[in-house]
């Protein structure tokens, strides 16, 4: 493998985990000039122990960044196991709200009691401020400042009422960890600084190998911008037509299906028949 493959193989598997340089270097413990160089293929054989600092960084396996004669381990590289689906897809990104997790409506109303507003009102509240800080143009602490203001509180904290409210969608722990078996699959949400991260860490989300997370507070766009699918196209490193999207929002899966990809529709109401039918979407 010649170094400018090895580098482009590392800054999809940076990419791909959510991490600028500057923070991979920091977990990696390298410097930034050097990753920014290998990076680039401007270093020719990085070291192997580099590499699988910056495996173990991504949380990426060794060997889809190396083949074996690389790492001279004199065995054939591992061989792919992931399937095609019968209509061509080879990677799945799930949306997260009232897709994989439902219910984080009733923060509203938990707000409103708070308040002494109505839930609409308090919805209408956090809708106005929700594109800066899902976008991390605005930090959570300052949404969390403004939305306690105008609603006449002294503070708030949306995190707590989020994830104390927001549950599972049933059955789709199972789904998601058979898809995960079967298929590259990633995360593709509009939300809040760091809610994603918590929710794989406390099961609310499915802890599964996660090929990408594509996470509108990191990337700075929203759904259904064709801008978002086009960087997690990047990111699945898949032409668009092996790609499905799994959303319960309309206008994103348009968006999506122009781009070529291929869509299902996530009904919350009946999340059985939905997961019935993505999987037959994703029959082999």
């Keep these: 493998m010649d170094e400018k493959t090895l580098g482009k193989r590392l800054q999809l598997a940076r990419k791909r985990a959510g991490l600028t340089q500057q923070e991979l270097c920091q977990k990696a413990g390298l410097s930034y000039s050097t990753l920014a160089k290998i ?4 270093i020719k054989t990085p070291s192997v122990f580099t590499v699988a600092h910056i495996a173990a960084a991504t949380g990426t396996p060794l060997e889809s960044l190396l083949d074996a004669q690389t790492l001279n381990l004199g065995s054939p590289a591992p061989t792919n196991t992931k399937k095609r689906s019968k209509s061509g897809v080879r990677f799945v990104y799930f949306d997260v709200n009232d897709t994989l997790v439902r219910f984080f409506h009733r923060a509203f109303a938990e707000i409103a009691q ?25 930090s959570l602490e300052d949404f969390n400042r403004v939305f306690a203001k105008d609603l006449g509180l002294d503070n708030l904290d949306w995190r707590k009422y989020y994830l104390e409210n927001v549950e599972p969608m049933p059955d789709v722990k199972e789904f998601v960890e058979w898809a995960a078996e079967n298929y590259e699959l990633g995360l593709l949400s509009n939300n809040l600084p760091g809610l994603i991260d918590e929710m794989i860490k406390n099961g609310t989300l499915p802890n599964v190998k996660y090929d990408a997370v ?6 700075g766009l929203l759904k259904p911008d ?41 009904d919350d109401l009946d999340p059985a028949g939905s997961i019935a039918r993505a999987k037959e979407a994703l029959a082999f």
């Design 226 to 266: 064709p801008k978002i699918f086009e960087a997690a196209q990047q990111l699945a490193n898949m032409p668009a037509g092996e790609i499905l999207l799994i959303d319960n929002d309309r206008p994103n899966l348009i968006a999506a299906d122009q781009l070529g990809w291929q869509v299902i529709w996530f």
């Design 214 to 219: 594509v996470d509108s507070s990191k990337t």
């Design 39 to 42: 990076e680039r293929g401007a």
């Design 114 to 138: 708070l308040s002494g507003h109505p839930s609409d009102m308090v919805e209408t509240v956090f809708w106005r401020h929700h594109t800066g800080v899902s976008t991390g143009r605005t």
